[in-house]
């Protein structure tokens, strides 16, 4: 695949309400559900039609950061199917932060 071919599959995981563009940290959040889909198996099949509506990173504590990932209420069901593993993907690569999935109606 070309650079561009994969910034448009990446754009697909990542769809915003009235087409606004996505931050700099949803693009990442984007980007590492794209990588996921791509390299893990056990993961591939589920992430295929699955996408999110935005992420944020907020303050839990002083030393500790979460990352809000939302997702249309309507896809809720099959990410909560794939919840425990994906959390525990996205976790590992966004450092030990806490992964939060919630439905964005």
């Known amino acids: 695949h070309t650079a561009a071919t994969m910034a448009a599959m990446q754009r697909k995981k990542i769809v915003k309400e009235g087409g606004a563009a996505p931050s700099d ?3 990442t959040v ?3 559900l794209f990588d996921l889909e791509a ?3 056990e993961l591939k099949a589920d992430l295929k039609d699955l996408y999110i509506n935005g992420a944020s990173e907020v303050n839990v504590s002083s030393n ?3 990352i809000v990932i939302k997702v249309p209420f309507r896809l809720l069901k ?3 199917r794939v919840q425990q593993r994906l ?3 996205l976790e590992k690569k966004f450092s ?3 992964v939060v ?3 964005n109606r």
């Open 78 to 80: 099959q990410f909560n």
């Open 39 to 41: 390299t893990n198996a």
């Open 25 to 27: 940290f949803e693009e």
């Open 30 to 32: 984007a980007q590492a």
């Open 87 to 89: 959390v525990r993907e």
């Open 96 to 98: 030990g932060k806490d």
């Open 101 to 103: 999935i919630v439905g």
């Open 64 to 66: 500790r950061r979460a």
